[in-house]
């Protein structure tokens, strides 16, 4: 469903498996993580994987990186337990039945080796045990952020900067600096409700970014709107700025107050979770006024950094 919007004052995580109880190499004394220093790795050569010995730790099914269980064929060709079922209990390269044969030994050169995590690219620079280094990546603070663009399935990834640009130019959304807003939004339908979506827009204030969304969608029976604010960055720093929404008409008007939540939380996930201003269909076509045959909403706002 399509809108028109005017602006008066100015836009799959992999499952963390526990590592294996194996003798020493897992002692919780020993597991550690630590901030890559070439010059102390450069005296310890056999500690860092190399290539083919990564290699043979890759799933040939799912091309992942296996962890314990790891399971074998009677010929020494492994798979990860994960896709030992997609299988049908077939080994994938020999054809010969799987069984139940697990083969320790890779689980425990894996349990020797440390890695760099897959972020490095993004500026993490630590190096972490094998077993240890899956549920790093799951929290790494340098791990690239979803676009947060609300109309499509965007699949595009990475760091904020690149972002902001891809918002842009990308989804030619609307950039705005400024802490605070003015906005009506205009509907010549507004019984058409289901699933919509309106473009979001971007503020950036307090050298930081949000994003202002403003959507339609139907619950139970009751088409709604709600307006939420998120933050372009992670949880702990969102946490430091609020935010107020504004909506009303006809001498009446309704306020929300909360905090925007990171965009690392999708736009479905904080709308099912109704944490922003909503509105009922009745009592926005009321704030509109007229023959309440067109939506109308003036929806103001202020964003703040908590002292």
């Known amino acids: 469903m399509s809108a028109i919007v005017y602006y008066d004052d100015m836009r799959e995580s992999p499952e963390v498996i526990d590592p294996p109880q194996i003798e020493d190499a897992m002692d919780k004394e020993h597991v550690h993580v630590h901030v890559h220093d070439p010059a102390q790795n450069a005296t310890k050569p056999n500690q860092l994987a190399t290539s083919s010995v990564r290699d043979l730790l890759e799933c040939p099914v799912c091309l992942n990186a296996m962890y ?4 074998q064929c009677s010929n020494g060709h492994t798979l990860c337990s994960g896709c030992k079922p997609r299988v049908h209990n077939r080994c994938p390269t020999c054809r010969h039945e799987l069984g139940n044969i697990r083969c320790l030994a890779l689980e425990k050169v894996a349990a020797s080796l440390e890695l760099p995590c897959k972020y490095q690219s993004y500026g993490c620079v630590g190096i972490f045990p094998y077993y240890n280094k899956l549920k790093h990546e799951s929290q790494c603070v340098f791990r690239p952020y979803n676009c947060p663009y609300a109309g499509s399935e965007c699949t595009v990834i990475g760091d904020i900067p690149h972002l902001v640009a891809h918002l842009k130019d990308g989804h030619k959304v609307d950039m705005h600096n400024g802490s605070t807003f ?3 939004y205009v509907k010549s339908n507004p019984h058409e409700v289901e699933n919509a979506t309106w473009m979001l827009t971007v503020f950036s204030c307090y050298g930081q970014y949000f994003c202002l969304h ?3 969608f139907q619950l139970g029976m009751a088409p709604v709107y709600i307006a939420f ?4 960055g992670d949880d702990d720093e969102a946490k430091n700025y609020s935010y107020s929404l504004e909506v009303g008409g006809n001498g009446r008007k309704m306020t929300w107050q909360g905090v925007p939540r990171s965009i690392r939380d999708s736009h479905r996930k904080v709308r099912e979770s109704f944490d922003g201003l909503i509105i009922q269909r009745n009592m926005a076509l009321f704030f509109s006024g007229g023959d309440r ?6 929806v103001t706002g202020k964003i703040w950094k908590e002292q």
């Open 68 to 71: 314990p269980p790891i399971h």
């Open 182 to 184: 003015n906005h009506r």
């Open 214 to 216: 403003f959507e339609a």
């Open 229 to 232: 604010l998120r933050f372009m």
């Open 293 to 298: 045959k067109e939506l109308k909403l003036r």
